[in-house]
């Protein structure tokens, strides 16, 4: 094994490997790092969470959300906020890593512009390269842009390592800034590497409609909060038909079409409507309902809905979807990946198969003609 490492650029074992994934999500609120166990290769492998750790961005977010919601910025604010937030990687990181040794770390940056075949995830990859030194993985979505897709959703074929499960479909639902789903196929839990082929065709994922970005909208403009904690003021309203039903008509033409949602899909002017007609409150709680209407009517079909996302804290946006499910709704964390990390464990999973040279994204998902082996590597 001490040869292996000290012979080899990319760490590599033959049986088990430890990966670090990180992800700031659209909703710019924290850091998200997993330390991953994967044991084999391939779409075969398998894929355990060590343990995890989440960090508020603090100032970083200013400038971040700045960017994001195209406000102008020097080329040397840019430049200081990319250092900034790759540090702010790097201890987070350290912290995660302690004493244990891994094999390379997957990073996805803050995508602060994403309107295919423009995307940005801003960070310096370098700066934890160096750092740790350990090989870094990053720019995950680029390779399938430039192949003609849309570079999302990325983690259907991460959720298939994590979730897949013999004789029963079952759809991830991730409640991040903007929601987006993963519906995976009944399969059986061990699938050989000859079978994975087969079985990857049957995945499928799609972008539904924003979520905790209009939820933290809300907070922030009327409730004067970062977020609306476990969606106590939502819980205090009421379901007001009007701005549901508009709102409602809106987020439907989101996932009806067919596209990477990102940039310019917030839905602010929705807020700006309706903020001085009715209460902040019932202004929160239709939003909680139109969403999950929206997500239920995309993900009926499957045996198991299993939520992770930032927007799981949001316990009124959850039993909007409980009601309306007619299926079994449960968290990430009952599969062993806590629901707040499920994405940064997604990224270590995509991290090793771009090591394996598989590659991370399909053509039923993103739209790309051929299928790349992304991500580009920083060596320490």
């Known amino acids: ?57 603090g100032k970083l977010a200013e400038s971040l959300r700045m960017l994001a919601e195209g406000k102008p910025l020097s080329a040397g604010l840019i430049a200081e906020t990319a250092r900034d937030i790759s540090l702010f990687h790097l201890e987070l990181l350290q912290e995660l890593i302690g004493e244990d040794r891994v094999d390379l770390v997957a990073v996805h940056g803050q995508t602060v512009f994403h309107a295919p075949p423009l995307s940005w995830q801003l960070i310096n990859p370098t700066v934890i390269a160096i750092g740790l030194g350990v090989p870094v993985v990053s720019d995950l979505r680029a390779a399938d842009l430039a192949s003609c897709g849309h570079g999302a959703p990325i983690t259907p074929l991460a959720d298939f390592v ?25 399969c059986p839990a061990a699938v050989s590497a000859e079978d ?17 970005q209009l939820l933290d909208n809300i907070s922030r403009q009327l409730f004067k909060t970062p977020f609306d904690a476990d969606g106590k003021r939502a ?4 379901i007001q038909p009007e701005f549901y039903e508009d709102l409602l008509f809106r987020l439907e033409s989101q996932a009806t079409d067919a596209r990477s949602l990102g940039t310019g899909d917030e839905l602010r002017d929705w807020i700006d409507a309706y903020r001085d007609r009715y209460s902040p409150e019932d202004l929160a709680r239709s939003a ?35 009601q309306r499910a007619g299926v079994p709704v449960e968290l990430s964390d009952s599969y062993g990946v806590n629901a707040s990390h499920r994405e940064a464990a997604a990224m270590a999973v995509l991290g090793a198969l771009c090591r394996d040279r598989v590659p991370i994204t399909l053509p039923q998902v993103t739209g790309t ?6 991500g580009t590597w920083v060596l320490p």
């Open 288 to 322: 909680c309902a139109a969403i999950a209407e929206t997500i239920i009517r995309r993900t009926s079909s499957h045996d198991r809905l299993i939520l992770s996302g930032g927007g799981v804290r949001n316990r009124t946006l959850v039993s909007e979807i409980r």
């Open 369 to 374: 003609t051929s299928p790349p082996i992304s």
């Open 162 to 186: 994590l979730f897949r499960a013999a004789g029963e479909s079952r759809c991830v639902v991730n409640l991040g800034g903007f929601c987006n789903c993963t519906l995976l196929p009944r």
């Open 196 to 212: 994975t082929a087969a079985w990857a065709t049957e995945i499928i994922g799609f972008d539904v409609c924003v979520c905790n």
């Open 1 to 57: 094994m001490a040869d292996d490492r000290q012979n080899s650029q990319f760490p590599h074992f033959l049986d088990t490997r430890l990966l670090a994934g990180c992800m700031t999500g659209t909703s710019i609120d924290g850091l998200d790092v997993a330390l991953v166990a994967i044991e084999g290769h391939g779409l075969g492998m398998k894929a355990s969470v060590v343990r995890c750790l989440s960090r508020s961005l």
């Open 235 to 238: 819980a205090s309203g009421i």
